[in-house]
C-alpha cells in the first residue's frame, strides 16, 4: 500500500489564525480524501480532491472555511482557516489505491488544537 | 437514515479470550464494507474489506468478519486476542460513492 505522511504532525494554534495541512504520497493516486476526527469522535469526511478539479465538499463543510489544493497526484493541503477552538480535531488524510479495490489509506494524522 | 452503527462502545476482553466487535449498517444496497484499527496516536489502518463473493473475510492480525445480508451486519471477529490488539476499532461503509461513512468506533480494552 501507499506510504502518506502529513505536515504537520501536531499543532497549537490561536483562534482566527489558519493553518495548512500537507500530505504527501509516495506514489501518484487519482483520489485524495481529508477527514476530520473530533475529540472522541468518529471520522468524518471533509472532501474529495482530484487531480485537475476542484476538490468536493460533504455537507457542513465549505471551500471558504476549509480551501484544498491537490496540484499533482502526490500531494495535496487542507486549510484551516479562521479557526476556533472547535475546530480542534485529528485532520487526515487518505488515498484510494486501484481502479477497482475501492481501498482508502490513511496518513498518520495532523492532531490540531486551538486555543 | 442511512447510517453505520457500532453499538459496543467499550469492550473488555481477557488476552487469549476471543473477541467479537459488531457492526450494522442501513444502507438500501449492500455496500463494500471495511474494517479499521486505530491506535493511540496512529492512522487508521486497514484490517480487511468485503466487497462480494464469500461472506466470511480474512484480513491481516488474525482478524476475520462475517457479512451477514439478512441482518445488515458485518461483525469482528478473533479467536485470541493478544494485548497489542488494544486500540480503536472503527467499522466503515462505502455506499457507492466511493466515500467512506464511519461508526463511532469500539475501544477494545485488554485485560490480562
Known amino acids: 500500500s501507499a506510504v502518506i505522511s502529513q505536515k504537520p504532525s501536531r499543532d497549537i494554534c490561536q483562534r482566527g489564525t489558519s493553518l495548512t495541512i500537507q500530505c504527501q504520497v509516495d506514489?501518484?493516486?487519482?483520489?485524495m480524501f481529508w477527514y476530520r476526527q473530533q475529540p472522541g469522535q468518529s471520522l468524518t469526511l471533509i472532501a474529495t480532491a482530484n487531480q485537475g478539479s476542484e476538490a468536493t465538499y460533504e455537507s457542513g463543510f465549505v471551500i471558504d472555511k476549509f480551501p484544498i489544493s491537490r496540484p499533482n497526484l502526490t500531494f495535496s493541503t487542507l486549510t484551516v482557516s479562521n479557526m476556533s477552538p472547535e475546530d480542534s480535531s485529528i485532520y487526515l488524510c487518505?488515498?484510494?489505491?486501484?481502479?477497482?479495490?475501492?481501498?482508502?489509506?490513511f496518513g498518520p494524522g495532523t492532531r490540531l488544537t486551538v486555543t | 437514515a442511512q447510517s453505520v452503527t457500532q453499538p459496543d462502545i467499550h469492550i473488555t476482553v481477557s488476552e487469549g479470550a476471543s473477541l467479537e466487535l459488531r457492526c450494522n449498517y442501513s444502507?438500501?444496497?449492500?455496500?463494500?464494507l471495511f474494517w479499521y484499527v486505530q491506535s493511540p496516536g496512529q492512522g487508521l489502518q486497514l484490517l480487511l474489506k468485503?466487497?462480494?463473493?464469500?461472506?466470511l473475510v480474512q484480513g491481516i492480525k488474525g482478524f476475520e468478519a462475517e457479512f451477514k445480508r439478512s441482518q445488515s451486519s458485518f461483525n469482528l471477529r478473533k479467536p485470541s486476542v493478544h494485548w497489542s490488539d488494544a486500540a480503536e476499532y472503527f467499522c466503515?461503509?462505502?455506499?457507492?460513492?466511493?466515500?467512506?461513512?464511519f461508526g463511532t468506533g469500539t475501544r477494545l480494552l485488554v485485560s490480562p
Open positions: 444502507y438500501g444496497a449492500t455496500p463494500y
Open positions: 506514489s501518484q493516486v487519482t483520489m
Open positions: 468485503y466487497f462480494s463473493g464469500d461472506t
Open positions: 487518505s488515498v484510494e489505491e486501484g481502479t477497482e479495490s475501492y481501498e482508502q489509506y
Open positions: 466503515a461503509v462505502d455506499p457507492g460513492f466511493q466515500k467512506l461513512v
